[in-house]
């Protein structure tokens, strides 16, 4: 999924991430599990272009992604907002899904795959 610059411009400056403009994967250099919170409830404000809501889950994700990372068995409030938001709107996120989940007979890449995968894409 590429983002757009001028929405990720946006976000940062509204989330105020230390974005510089150099960038190469944006959501993970972005990315802050200490803030997860923050970022759900943006994404919660409901007056997201399809777009912002794309770069915002991109960054919650990754953001989800670094938390288990420190914290093994993950914050299941976190999750069950997240997993919410991603049934919610299957269709527009069915590539951030696709990219989590890796395929069914591949390992578990990250450590939110397993998770990703309890979330059906409808083709």
Do not use: C, V
């Not at 105020?16 to 944006?26: K, R, V």
């Not at 972005?30 to 915002?56: H, P, Q, V």
């Not at 990219?99 to 578990?108: D, F, H, K, L, V």
């Amino acid at each position: 999924m590429i983002l757009k610059k001028e929405i990720i411009e946006n976000l940062s400056r509204e989330l105020l991430l230390p974005y510089t403009g150099i960038e190469q994967d944006w959501d993970i250099e972005m990315a802050d599990s200490n803030r997860i919170d923050e970022f759900i409830a943006f994404y919660k404000r409901g007056d997201l272009s399809d777009e912002l809501k794309l770069a915002t889950m991109s960054l919650i994700l990754t953001s989800y992604e670094d938390y288990l990372g420190i914290n093994e068995l993950g914050n299941n409030r976190h999750w069950e907002e997240i997993k919410s938001q991603l049934k919610a709107e299957k269709i527009l996120f069915k590539d951030l899904i696709r990219y989590w989940s890796i395929g069914e007979e591949a390992e578990n890449l990250f450590r939110i795959t397993s998770l990703i995968r309890e979330i059906k894409i409808i083709d």
